[in-house]
């Protein structure tokens, strides 16, 4: 599933009594016109449809889904900034009870702006699976403060580097210790704060 990129007309995920993890579907980018997440009674979140296209899906359907408490997902948001045909979300967990729930909840997600990786703050690979490579550049050395917050902004990793020299610096992190899922980490000098998306399979 992880490389599953396009699905032609119509995109379904129902009636699933175990489905717990959707998060493999994570290079899906094209869902053809209908989505639904609908009747999948162990599912909890939809991270793993993030990088869906808006402009691919046409009528929306979320409901049904008892233990579902996370929609908060970035192709959601932007689709429900401006959807395109119909749009049901109900009888899911708390949060995600309807569009407007949804959408109140997507306001905590950085923009696009601050999401824009620039050649200063590189992450490596992404999506990954247990390390992950951060490379990053400070022009006045000094404190380096790292935090990795999941999609409601609770952060779940901090390091801080202390006495940096000014130049390109590199660090593996070791993020075995958080479940799969989609988060913000951001870079804090004390010249600049930078925020990209990290995706842990």
Same mark, same amino acid.
């Given at each position: 599933?992880?490389?599953?990129? *396009?699905?032609?007309?119509?995109?379904?995920?129902?009636?699933?009594?175990?489905?717990?993890?959707? *998060?493999?579907?994570?290079?899906?980018?094209?869902?053809?016109?209908?989505?639904?997440?609908?009747?999948? &009674?162990? %599912?909890?979140?939809?991270?793993?449809?993030?990088?869906?296209?808006?402009?691919?899906?046409?009528?929306?359907?979320?409901?049904? &889904?008892?233990?579902?408490? /996370?929609? @908060?997902?970035?192709?959601?948001? &932007?689709?429900?900034?401006?959807?395109?045909?119909?749009?049901?979300?109900?009888? /899911?967990? *708390?949060?995600? /009870?309807?569009?407007?729930?949804?959408?109140?909840?997507?306001?905590?997600?950085?923009?696009?702006?601050?999401?824009?990786?620039? &050649?200063?703050?590189?992450?490596?690979?992404?999506?990954?699976?247990?390390?992950?490579?951060?490379?990053?550049?400070?022009?006045?050395?000094?404190? %380096?403060?790292?935090? %990795?917050?999941?999609? *409601?902004?609770?952060?779940?990793?901090?390091?801080?580097?202390?006495?940096? =020299?000014?130049?390109?610096?590199?660090?593996?992190?070791? %993020?075995?210790?958080?479940?799969?899922?989609?988060?913000?980490?951001?870079? =804090?000098?004390?010249?600049?704060?930078?925020?990209?998306?990290? @995706?842990?399979?």
């Amino acid at each position: 599933m992880e490389t599953l990129a *396009s699905v032609g007309g119509e995109f379904w995920i129902q009636n699933n009594e175990q489905l717990t993890d959707i *998060s493999s579907l994570i290079s899906l980018i094209d869902v053809g016109e209908n989505m639904g997440v609908i009747y999948n &009674n162990s %599912l909890t979140t939809l991270d793993g449809l993030d990088n869906i296209i808006p402009e691919s899906i046409f009528n929306l359907n979320i409901h049904n &889904n008892p233990l579902l408490t /996370n929609c @908060v997902v970035e192709s959601i948001c &932007n689709y429900l900034l401006n959807p395109a045909g119909e749009v049901q979300i109900y009888d /899911n967990d *708390s949060s995600c /009870n309807s569009p407007e729930e949804v959408l109140d909840a997507c306001n905590i997600i950085p923009s696009v702006e601050d999401l824009a990786l620039e &050649n200063e703050f590189q992450i490596f690979p992404n999506p990954c699976y247990e390390f992950v490579t951060i490379q990053y550049l400070t022009y006045d050395g000094g404190t %380096l403060i790292f935090d %990795l917050m999941d999609i *409601s902004g609770v952060k779940v990793k901090t390091l801080t580097i202390n006495n940096l =020299k000014p130049g390109i610096h590199e660090m593996e992190i070791d %993020l075995s210790d958080i479940p799969a899922g989609v988060y913000f980490c951001t870079l =804090k000098t004390i010249d600049r704060t930078q925020t990209s998306k990290l @995706v842990k399979l």
